[in-house]
């Protein structure tokens, strides 16, 4: 996301790609194929978009963006990459940077603060059955719903109103603040 990468640069970071999406197609079909219990294979599917590099004192840090159209009071994210970032955390800082592109809203969490209590399936759809398992295991909620269209992957729901979202600026604040 164009404006999402700006904001960064614009706020004084090197921005540089990182996710699963610049892997050569051979290497991404190998991880796919791997289960619910290959964790290093999650961490690199479903691994943050985005290395983000202060220009200033302080750590460097994974950023995952989530777009969102600005349709619900709610943020979307796969249960896969929530788990997979919760991983990531042990290693160094996640940052979900949400960005809602009919209004250019643009909040910000670390991974680590963000409050799951439950994960959305499709019943019979790809890998519902083993994330509905994985979610109850984790002391998850489970709802099941009807699959409408799209891509069925099992996600979980986070208001937009939560009080560990921050807007952009005032996030970056408490970062270079911290540094």
């Not at 592109?101 to 890998?127: I, N, W, Y």
């Amino acid at each position: 996301m164009p404006a999402v990468e700006r904001d960064w640069r614009d706020a004084g970071f090197v921005v540089e790609e990182w996710g699963f999406e610049r892997d050569n197609s051979a290497i991404r079909d190998a991880i796919r194929r791997r289960g619910w219990d290959d964790v290093t294979a999650s961490m690199l599917r479903f691994r943050p978009d985005k290395l983000v590099l202060p220009r200033f004192a302080g750590s460097s840090l994974f950023c995952e963006v989530k777009t969102d159209g600005g349709e619900t009071d709610n943020y979307a994210l796969e249960f896969r990459c929530w788990l997979a970032c919760m991983e990531w955390s042990k290693v160094a800082p996640v940052i979900f940077s949400f960005y809602v592109v009919t209004t250019g809203v643009h909040a910000c969490c670390f991974a680590s603060d963000l409050k799951v209590t439950h994960v959305r399936v499709f019943p019979g759809h790809g890998d519902a059955d083993a994330a509905a398992a994985n979610a109850r295991a984790l002391g998850l909620k489970v709802y099941e719903q009807r699959f409408r269209g799209g891509s069925g992957t099992p996600f979980t729901t986070i208001s937009k109103g939560s009080t560990y979202f921050r807007p952009f600026d005032g996030f970056v604040k408490e970062l270079t603040r911290a540094a």
